[in-house]
């Protein structure tokens, strides 16, 4: 773990303070999933928001990168997923080296227009690990008692390479395989016919994966007549 000294400047949600990692496991091939525990105001996040994680080796180097939290607004933990990317640098070092106790910087929560309300009808539509923000949404609208103002669409490959897939099958989420059956589901992308009835109502749409997802998501939501102005994507692109 890279060494931290003197790295929390205290100030809340603008600076960057120091998270101590209370748990940490892999609960699939390629994720690891970490518990955070964050001085008072870094817990005060609204569902869909992220944080930056900085890591800083012992020469000053450091690597950040946006992380959205799964944890449902009022949870006392901030919950990340990180999908380990080939090479990954901060990813990699999640995924590999992070153990409970070890601590890094952490700055947030970040967003504004990525955010579920609990109030207003909502359809997501999330590709692998776009999953996790709106695992944060699902938690927050069963905690409000109105899981049915947030419809949920998740596209992954197979059952053990989508994160969160039981909790979000057990909520309620429709559930695409891409490269394997489910049930009678032959393996494909959600068809049209499948995702108009979860759209029907909605006033806001979140669309949540990576840049090919994103774009895929997207067109189909507008083809089923949700209005460009109604969408808001998070794209967990490539890092520059
Ligand atoms: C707002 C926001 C929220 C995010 N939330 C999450 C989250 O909850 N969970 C999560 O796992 N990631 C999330 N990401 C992506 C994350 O910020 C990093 O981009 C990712 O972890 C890769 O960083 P790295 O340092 O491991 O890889 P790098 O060292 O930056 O890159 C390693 C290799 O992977 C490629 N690569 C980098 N990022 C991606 C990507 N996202 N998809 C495909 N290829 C990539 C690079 O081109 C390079 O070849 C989020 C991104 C944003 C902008």
Redesign the pocket.
């Known amino acids: 773990m890279p060494d931290l000294p003197g790295v929390s400047d205290g100030s809340g949600p603008s600076g960057w303070e120091l998270a101590t990692v209370r748990a940490v496991d892999h609960p699939l091939e390629g ?1 690891v999933r970490l518990r955070l525990e964050v001085p008072g105001e870094a817990r005060r996040h609204l569902a869909g928001q ?1 944080y930056v994680v900085r890591l800083r080796a012992d020469d000053g180097y450091t ?1 950040q ?6 944890s449902a607004p009022g949870d006392p933990l901030v919950e ?14 999640l995924h590999d080296e992070v153990r409970v106790g070890d601590t890094f910087e952490l700055r947030g929560p ?2 504004r227009w ?1 955010v579920w309300d609990g109030e207003t009808p909502a359809v997501a539509f999330a590709g692998g ?1 776009g999953v ?2 709106i695992v944060s949404m699902l938690r927050h609208a069963v905690g409000l008692g109105r899981p049915d103002l947030l419809r949920v669409v998740v596209v992954g490959r197979s059952l053990d390479a989508l994160p969160y897939v039981d909790e979000l099958r057990a909520t309620g989420a429709f559930v695409a395989l891409t490269r394997e059956n489910l049930g009678s589901r032959v393996a494909a992308p959600p068809y049209p016919e499948e995702l108009a009835p979860l759209v029907a109502g909605a006033e806001v749409a979140f669309v949540c994966g ?2 090919g997802f994103a774009g895929y998501a997207t067109r189909e939501l507008e083809d089923l007549g949700v209005a460009s102005s109604a969408i808001r994507v ?6 520059g």
């Open positions: 994720y992220h690597a990168r946006s992380y959205s939290t799964a990340l997923m990180v999908e380990r990317m080939p090479d990954g640098e901060v990813s990699g070092f970040i967003g990525f690990s996790v923000p990576g840049v998070e794209q967990f692109g490539v890092t």
